[in-house]
């Protein structure tokens, strides 16, 4: 399985950024997906999970209200729309795939199964 994001970049504080992550998957459809980011210096961290059907969906209180996910399973594709961006969400973003169908086991802490490369969102103030 190959996860490839794109849509990282530079934006000023308060500003938007996009997010893309393409799956190879052919049953990507029967799995959950998540966000993840990874600070200079910190652990990564869980930003954002969704469903395998885009039910249900969850964040990190740090992103709430912010960040939105979703998915468009006829494309294996899943989105990161960030909003009202600040200095502190700069970090090293991953699309991750759970390994069941619940997007709230990423949530909790289970390791996602596959990881993909990275992209990068600067935020400057």
């Known amino acids: 399985v190959q996860l490839v994001e794109s849509g990282g970049g530079l934006v000023q504080a308060g500003g938007s950024l996009g997010l893309s992550c393409a799956s190879s998957e052919g049953s990507f459809s029967n799995y959950a997906m998540g966000w993840f980011r990874q600070a200079p210096g910190k652990e990564r961290e869980f930003v954002a999970s969704i469903s395998w059907n885009g039910g249900r969906t969850y964040y990190a209180d740090s992103v709430k209200g912010r960040f939105t996910i979703s998915r468009l399973n006829a494309k294996n594709m899943v989105y990161l729309q960030m909003n009202s961006l600040k200095p502190e969400d700069t970090a090293v973003y991953y699309c991750?795939?759970?390994?069941?169908?619940?997007?709230?086991?990423?949530?909790?802490?289970?390791?996602?199964?596959?990881w993909g490369q990275g992209t990068q969102v600067t935020v400057s103030s």
């Open positions: 991750a795939r759970g390994s069941g169908a619940a997007g709230s086991a990423l949530a909790v802490g289970r390791p996602p199964q596959y």
